[in-house]
């Protein structure tokens, strides 16, 4: 069982700044990229942003690009995300993700994410 352990989530006022991170301490698993989704009350979950871990090929959701930036601390097995200029429809769960392979046309779907972290909650208030 690969345990991926995500920290970082709280409250911010709006244009404020938050940076996620999400670690693997017991990685045994040779994940081919690395994600953030987020959920929020009542929608599904959605892309946010993903990078492969060798390449550091990286893709961005419109929504955030601009706001957030994925960063990887390959000696460390642990995945940042660095979210600026927050706002009120930032407030979700994030979760962090790892998938043993993806590409250009999967990179956004939930089901070529093979192990979950248990999300975080971050609020934006206005």
């Known amino acids: 069982q690969v345990e991926l352990v995500e920290s970082g989530g709280g409250l911010v006022q709006t244009g404020g700044s938050l940076r996620l991170s999400c670690t693997a301490p017991?990685?045994?698993?040779?994940?081919?990229?690395m994600g953030w989704f987020r959920q929020a009350p009542g929608k599904a979950r959605e892309f946010v942003t993903s990078?492969?871990?060798?390449?550091?090929?990286?893709w961005v959701a419109d929504s955030v690009k601009g706001r957030f930036t994925v960063s990887k601390d390959t000696a460390k097995n642990t995945l940042y995300l660095q979210m600026n200029s927050l706002k009120p429809e930032d407030t979700a769960v994030y979760y962090c993700?790892?998938?043993?392979?993806?590409?250009?046309?999967?990179?956004?779907?939930?089901?070529?994410?093979?192990?979950w972290g248990q999300g975080t909650q971050v609020t934006v208030s206005s």
């Open positions: 990078i492969t871990w060798i390449e550091g090929k990286i």
């Open positions: 017991t990685r045994t698993f040779s994940s081919y990229a």
């Open positions: 993700a790892a998938s043993l392979y993806l590409d250009s046309g999967t990179y956004a779907s939930t089901d070529v994410y093979d192990y």
